[in-house]
């Protein structure tokens, strides 16, 4: 396996500029000519079905929601990130770059975080022209809020639901492109693999959800924009249809995948509340922006919150990280979080919990400024625990929320399979081992707006394309695979649900590759996960057939590839034996606890190859080049 980022040479500051320039263009009247398969119609996947679109380019475009505006994308809560410094309180293009680099900790590619930091500024023209209705001032001009790991206010939101007023966007351009019959869209249709001509990705095949129809689909190039695979922990805060299949069958077929450990625990979520859950919420960062977060000093103290007296709270992160207090990055507030409840000083139902509490707030800005930033996220809170968070504090924990790990791609988007491009969650690009908070949303339409677009143009210009129809033994070959796999999931009719296995295999992944992960936890996994597989494939019970709308054969399917990849997870950390970001190996920490990073053998990308169920993959390395910035202790103090 070959890995060529492709990172062009020169300047950072001028990368992107003169590799637009250098790269080939297809002539607008030759465009119509070509077609391309985009998978996923998130913020990703939608803002580029309906650029290439609007280019030119025949698209079509699949997602198994029943509208592409369902995608995952429309959780998002807190806002995007971009380097436009209407604050006037020093951001910058290289400032932006900086902290993701640093937030990262030092784990993702220089060029690529420039350039992501470079577009971050036309992303809100962009929104704001298609209408998005980002939080404004008194005055009309855009407002901005602070999240973790910055120390300027660089993030537009649209109150507590940018995620769902972005893609309303995005959709609403990929709509237009529906209606001009540019983009053929297909909804409740699943993607079950791709398709490879000549090492060239050349179509997919897909099953329609609601008849159970097995399709082939040809093009010139193919785009995964299928999100995030933080479901394989069972509990996250991902929607529940959230899967790593597209992603994974890519692998199987020769794609790289790029540090499959890195997962992002998101500090505030509500705690968990007992066995029956399926399902986490998240309460945003941004709340963290108004919101304190505190512990009882004593452990065992069960006291209610408004009984603890000022001087008997500890605010620990303001305590431990003066500088970022309770804007400190995700891995490390949520490990803060984990440390003071392993102490015995959690709150609520089984110490699994810390206070975020809005008193102070309320004081100083009125109850109406709260609501107005927030309103939404304290009612959906109320709603679920019953507690109102205008007069008693919320209570929070770590939970699974979003993975930086993702096919490998390089400065074009691509994967090493030859016209394989990749988008948004589903490729690893830019976040490294830790992401800062709104910088998702950034990175899915910085892809699918402002770089696939010239990329895929270029590839398209390069590569020679035979023509291929869905005829070729190739699309007969991999449409019998997929057949296969389904009726031999529909045929073990044994007695566990599939339900039931995700929660075991989640288990697993939490307890020994989740928040804290060391050698003698992930060996064990490394021993149970093929277990749990081979009891899965030997007692599901699919009911039903594939003929119609069976959404367990769709689960079953997912979690046959979640059982897999939760191995490559595993291999994966076991191997890193530093720590960085969100991967804290207990083994590597600081006297304080802190996550201890090992440059000298560790500043790579792992990209691993695979090669076979149950055997260990090979992994080929990417170094990382830092000439832009220097690796240094990650500090927030
Ligand atoms: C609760 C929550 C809040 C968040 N808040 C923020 C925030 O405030 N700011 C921020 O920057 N980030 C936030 N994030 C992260 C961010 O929302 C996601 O990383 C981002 O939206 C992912 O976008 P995407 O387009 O890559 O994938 P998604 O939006 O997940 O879309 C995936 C698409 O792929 C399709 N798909 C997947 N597999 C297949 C298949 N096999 N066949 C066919 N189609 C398939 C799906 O149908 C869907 O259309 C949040 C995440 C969560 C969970």
Redesign the pocket.
Known sequence: MQLNAKIPAGPLEDKWDQHRFDMKLVNPANKRKYTVLV????????SAAASLAELGYNVKC????DS?R????????????AAKNYQNDGDSVRRLFYDTIKGGDYRAREANVYRLAQVSVNIIDQCVAQGVPFAREYGGVMANRS?GGAQVSRTF?ARGQ??QQL?LGAYSALERQIGLKKVAMYSR????DIVLVDGKARGII?RDLINGKIERHAGDAVVL????Y?NVFYL????K???V??SY?AYKRGAAFANPCFTQI?PTCIPVAGDHQSKL??M???LRNDGRIWVPKKAGDTRAAKDIPESERDYYLERKYPSFGNLSPRDISSRAAKEVCDEGRGVGPGGLGVYLDFADSIKRLGKNTIAERYGNLFEMYERITGENPYEVPMRIYPAV??TMGGLWVDYNLMSNVEGLHV????NFSDHGAN?L????????LAD?YFILPYTIGNYIASAKLNPVTTDHPAFVETEREVTTRLSQLLQINGKRSVDDFHRELGKVMWDYCGMARNDAGLRTALERIPQIREEFWRDVRVPGNGEYFNQELEKAGRLADFLEFAELMCHDALMRTESCGGHFRTESQTEDGEAKRDDENFTFVAAWEYKGVGTKPTMHKEVLEFENVHLSTRSYK
Do not use: D, K, W
């Open positions: 998978v996923g119609s998130g913020l990703a996947g939608a699949f997602c198994f929601q592409p369902r995608a995952h994308s429309i959780a998002a809560q807190g806002g995007i990130n999240f939101y940018t995620g893609l249709c699943e993607m079950l897909t924009a299928t999100g995030g933080g996250s805060t991902n929607a249809g959230c899967n299949t597209a069958r998101h919420t998240l945003s960062e941004s929320h979003y988008l948004g969650e589903a992401r908070g709104a910088s998702a949303l950034m990175q899915g699918g």
